[in-house]
């Protein structure tokens, strides 16, 4: 596979909320290539698929696949090249989280969602300092901190009003894997 791999949104935000279900296995992130809110061609919706590289030939790795096809949520797979897609109903006590990021609504995330995703990549890299700064900005964009506004807002040369969220709208494209 020759793609180019931007990571997305859903990755940061919402992997964290499907991970309270499913109990991805920290071990094996590294290996999780990115996820996707849309699949193309596909019926699935409010889905969150998730890219495996699969050439890891570890016999846990095998353990871990069953753990993931054998969850109420998983829906299927696909095959793709090395790697494996595999996709995941999205957890309806987290739909709200999904929505607020397709509208590029951080703040709306729930109390309960926002510490999710932020336990999450604390314990996910939690012996690698330089992602402290990542986990902080996420952090600063799940609350609408003051100091990132001022920060963005100097930076960009824009007047950012007060309560205005602070992180981007997703990209479609990227959040869309395409089936060949």
């Known amino acids: 596979m020759d793609k180019i791999i931007k990571y997305n949104k859903s990755k940061t935000y919402l992997l964290p909320l499907l991970n309270e279900i499913i109990g991805f ?3 094996f992130m590294k290996h999780l ?3 996707y809110m849309f699949v193309e061609p596909s019926e699935d919706k409010l889905c969150l698929a998730i890219l495996h590289d699969f050439t890891y030939q570890h016999p846990d790795f095998t353990k871990y696949e069953h753990t993931l096809t054998n969850n109420d949520l998983f829906v299927r797979s696909y095959d793709v090249d090395n790697q494996v897609l595999y996709v995941f109903k999205f ?4 739909l ?3 929505n607020a990021l397709y509208h590029g609504r951080y703040s709306e995330f729930g ?3 926002k510490e999710l995703v932020l ?5 996910v890299y939690t012996n690698n300092r330089s992602a402290l700064d990542k986990i902080l900005n996420v952090k600063q964009i799940l609350y609408r901190d003051e100091k990132l506004r001022l920060r963005l807002q100097d930076e960009l040369k824009v007047e950012i009003p007060e309560g ?3 992180g981007s709208k997703i990209d479609i494209e990227n ?4 089936l060949d």
């Open 25 to 27: 296995e920290i071990k």
């Open 33 to 35: 290539i990115n996820t």
């Open 119 to 123: 336990s999450f990549w604390s314990e």
């Open 164 to 166: 205005q969220e602070l």
């Open 91 to 94: 957890p309806d006590e987290y």
């Open 111 to 113: 109390k309960d969602a």
């Open 175 to 178: 959040e869309t894997f395409k």
């Open 96 to 98: 709200p989280e999904y």
